[in-house]
């Protein structure tokens, strides 16, 4: 138990649908990311929060969509994903944002599987 | 172009025995390198960080060590056990945000009994 929750953990979704995965941390954390890990490549950061500002965006294709209603909670909307977006997306947080030296806890992961 | 790069891609060892995995960075400039553990199917888990003026970290039975001049880190694993089954990533952080950690891909072990 990490303290970062995901839901759900396995996700099957078709290319017309929307579906959402959710994050919540009960560390007190202020900052929250997104991070997709595929096979056999390193993890790719996504979207990183920092006092429910968004303060990066990765070049990611607007059919991910994030929203961060506090500093407890991250969500990542999907819409219209392509079969390439299969992954495991994680969800993880750190005390304070923006600085390096602090440790990312992540969350167990979402598996999506796009057909 | 900052890179980490670890190895062994994988490595099968008996249990009880010891294993070294490699990761080498070039990645500037450098704040921190970090480990952690993922079992498969699960989310990372930080083993440990080492800022540059650290040589050596230990976490039970793992030891991490950082050579900054050669930009070298390494994971020992002491006694192994068939719980350390997982994949090993080295991560280098590039300093200011959090958008500047640098991932390797990891290094896949397997403890046998």
């Known amino acids: 138990e990490t303290g970062v929750t995901q839901t759900p953990r396995h996700l099957v979704m078709g290319m017309t649908n929307k579906k959402s995965l959710k994050c919540e941390q009960h560390?007190?954390?202020?900052?929250m990311y997104w991070y997709k890990q595929s096979a056999k490549k390193p993890l790719e950061l996504m979207f990183v929060y920092n006092f429910k500002e968004q303060t990066e965006n990765n070049s990611v294709p607007s059919r991910f969509s994030p929203e961060c209603p506090n500093s407890s909670h991250l969500f990542l909307h999907l819409h219209t994903l392509q079969p390439e977006d299969s992954a495991l997306y994680l969800c993880a947080s750190s005390p304070r944002g923006g600085e390096a030296g602090n440790t990312i806890y992540f969350g167990e992961g979402s598996w999506l599987t796009v057909v | 172009k900052n890179q980490v790069e670890q190895s062994p891609q994988s490595l099968i060892i008996l249990e009880g025995k010891n294993c070294t995995l490699q990761?080498?960075?070039?990645?500037?400039?450098?704040?921190?390198l970090r480990w952690y553990k993922q079992d498969t199917g699960r989310g990372p888990v930080s083993l440990t960080i080492m800022t540059f003026s650290e040589n050596t970290k230990s976490n039970g039975r793992y030891t991490a060590t950082l050579d900054a001049d050669t930009k070298q880190s390494s994971l020992h694993i002491t006694a192994s056990q068939l719980s350390d089954s997982a994949s090993y990533i080295c991560v280098v952080s590039a300093g200011g945000s959090q958008g500047n950690l640098i991932f390797g891909k990891g290094t896949k072990l397997s403890v046998k009994p």
């Open positions: 560390l007190g954390h202020n900052a």
């Open positions: 990761c080498n960075y070039t990645v500037s400039p450098f704040s921190n």
